[in-house]
């Protein structure tokens, strides 16, 4: 059992394994290789009756805990969506744990609340979001989307939801093509998962608007009351782009709230050429985006903005005597803009990431990536047997293998998963897969935030030398 005096002593065997860790992360196996209840089974069943030092757990730290890994840093890992960090995120994770900050109210840490307002207008700035809307840090676009169906619930009720529970009749609509987190909203808000209303999608996976128009328009004539419009600005599966603009002119017709997902691609409105994507942006209630994917920050921080604080405050606020203070007209209690009392203190991340970096640094970075996922795009292309599924988008490629006169698509779907599952076992790469018109299609997303050529060029290698032992 340690104690202050003698962290400089301990702590140096830490950061010692931490920079060995992030020095050799390439001689680990991408994805983890244990089997189910392995880790588990040689973990002992009861905690130890006396104290073990730090030398012993950090041998077991490399025993038994790595190899139920899987290294999200790893330059290879292409699966998902990234879950990137930096070292600066981690510095800032050191502090954040060293000061062990509870940042509920204002008063329970100032800098805390006040430095998370400054991130939130500092990103709003560079990403060229509406000057007006408000932003809070959330733990992920999950929990984000639900406060966002959660206040669309208590406005579209006049704020009795909260008070006499949730009438049956509340509709929730979406493209084909949205995360499950927005049917799990539902659920959760009481909502239910029957009322939440799929549309379809064009062929880049994209909601067509007419579509959500006429399913507006048969709801409120069978009595439902339509509620809250989830936009996708880059789908889980494919990076699909709803038409902003178009979304939010029919939620502003039928007075339906909007809140745009922009987990993983909102990110790229750092960079200034894709600004054009988020025209209509200013009709949208709510909006998310999720540095812990791709603005190199570690897992978790994800910026939740509101167009209208005082309906999500309204929404979540309870005033218990005991957090009563005498600041609360003048500063955020972020308590009140979420689900959750205590809060971390995630605005540290940012601070220690926006500065060291630099907007053109991050940008800089951005653009390797999309240029990164190019290159293996031309690469794909300058064969015959490699079919692009959807028109690639930033820096994620949809694509399959598809040799000439193979044209059975459930053989087709096999070799695929054969080729994903021969890339994962071996260790050298981690991909992941979606279903497109029925296709089985591979995903491949450089991201990771210290990736080079060299591994997007092994990447392809590997995956032609795949094909010739699969197929």
């Known amino acids: 059992m340690l104690k202050p005096p003698q962290f400089s002593k301990e702590v140096k065997p830490i950061i010692e394994w931490m920079d060995n860790y992030m020095k050799n992360i390439e001689s680990y196996p991408v994805r983890s290789q244990s089997k189910p209840r392995e880790i588990f089974d040689s973990i002992p069943d009861k905690m130890p009756e006396q104290s073990e030092s730090m030398q012993s757990i950090i041998s077991d730290l490399d025993e038994k805990i790595i190899p139920g890994i899987t290294h999200w840093q790893h330059p290879n890992f292409y699966a998902y969506f990234p879950c990137s960090s930096s070292v600066e995120s981690i510095f800032a994770e050191m502090v954040m744990a060293t000061m062990g900050v509870q940042g509920m109210l204002w008063e329970t840490s100032p800098a805390a609340a006040e430095l998370e307002e400054k991130m939130l207008d500092w990103l709003k700035v560079a990403m060229n979001l509406p000057s007006t809307w408000k932003g809070v840090i959330q733990d992920s676009a999950s929990s984000s989307t639900l406060v966002a169906i959660l206040t669309a619930r208590e406005v579209k009720t006049n704020f009795e939801a909260n008070k006499k529970g949730v009438p049956n009749n509340l509709r929730i609509y979406c493209s084909d093509q949205v995360h499950s987190s927005i049917e799990k909203g539902a659920k959760i808000a009481g909502i ?280």
């Not at 996708?232 to 979304?247: C, E, I, L, N, S």
């Not at 390797?368 to 820096?395: C, G, Q, S, Y």
């Not at 790469?429 to 018109?437: E, G, P, R, S, W």
């Open 192 to 471: 239910g998962s029957d009322n939440v209303v799929k549309i379809k999608t064009n062929d880049q996976m994209a909601i067509i608007p007419a579509e959500l128009e006429k399913a507006i328009n048969d709801d409120l004539a069978h009595g439902y009351v339509p509620c809250c419009v989830v936009g996708a600005f880059g789908t889980t599966g494919t990076m699909g782009m709803d038409p902003v603009k178009a979304v939010g002119e029919i939620c502003k017709k039928f007075d339906i709230w909007y809140h745009v997902d922009a987990a993983y691609a909102g990110t790229a409105l750092l960079l200034p050429e894709y600004h054009w994507m988020a025209e209509g942006m200013e009709l949208a209630d709510s909006y998310v985006f999720n540095p812990h994917k791709w603005m190199f920050t570690n897992f978790d921080c994800s910026c939740y903005y509101v167009k209208d604080t005082e309906v999500l405050k309204k929404t979540f606020e309870i005033m218990p005597e005991y957090l009563k203070t005498n600041t609360t007209e003048e500063i955020n209690n972020y308590r009140d803009w979420g689900i959750p009392l205590g809060r971390r203190f995630r605005s540290l991340k940012l601070w220690f990431v926006m500065r060291s970096y630099g907007l053109e640094g991050m940008q800089g970075k951005l653009r390797n990536d999309i240029a990164l996922n190019t290159d293996f795009v031309n690469k794909l292309k300058a064969r015959n047997d490699f079919e692009i599924i959807v028109k690639p988008m930033f820096n994620i490629t949809c694509f399959r293998y598809k040799p000439q006169g193979f044209d059975n698509i459930e053989e087709l779907n096999q070799l695929n998963k054969a080729i994903k599952d021969h890339i994962n076992d071996s260790g050298k790469a981690y991909i992941t897969h979606t279903m497109i018109d029925d296709k089985y299609t591979l995903r491949f997303l450089p991201s990771a935030t210290y990736i080079e050529k060299r591994h997007v060029d092994d990447f392809y290698e590997l995956l032609v030398t795949t094909i010739l032992v699969v197929h």
